[in-house]
Nanobody
Framework: QVQLGESGGGLVQAGGSLRLSCVAS????????MGWYRQAPGKQRELVASIANNGSTNYADSVKGRFTISRDNAKNTVHLQMNTLKPEDTAVYYC???????????????WGEGTQVTVSS
């Protein structure tokens, strides 16, 4: 079973920056993809950014050019650098991984508990 520990959320003024980090621990054989979703009050959870184990990335249109995702495969860690934050970025940000615990098991989705990001205007 994979556990995800998130850090880096908080309160920031519009135009500011935050860096989210997520460390995966537990039974890990491989992690195919890591990334971040977010959920604002009254809205559905949406993909913010993802990164595959080959380094290819995917971003929501709303964050392109402002957010950068990166990962350290040796440390099973993913980071989200968020610049030029806007009030509409306010949400709970959830880290996820898609991977397998052993070479014989299929890949599964795991979620962190979420970290609050609040951007004031």
């Amino acid at each position: 079973q994979v556990q995800l520990g998130e850090s880096g959320g908080g309160l920031v003024q519009a135009g500011g920056s935050l860096r989210l980090s997520c460390v995966a621990s537990g039974s890990i054989f491989s992690i195919d993809a890591m990334g971040w979703y977010r959920q604002a009050p009254g809205k559905q959870r949406e993909l913010v950014a993802s990164i595959a184990n080959n380094g290819s990335t995917n971003y929501a249109d709303s964050v392109k050019g402002r957010f950068t995702i990166s990962r350290d495969n040796a440390k099973n860690t993913v980071h989200l650098q968020m610049n030029t934050l806007k009030p509409e970025d306010t949400a709970v940000y959830y880290c996820y991984t898609f991977g397998s615990a052993t070479r014989w098991e299929r890949s599964l989705l795991s979620w962190g508990e979420g970290t609050q990001v609040t951007v004031s205007s």
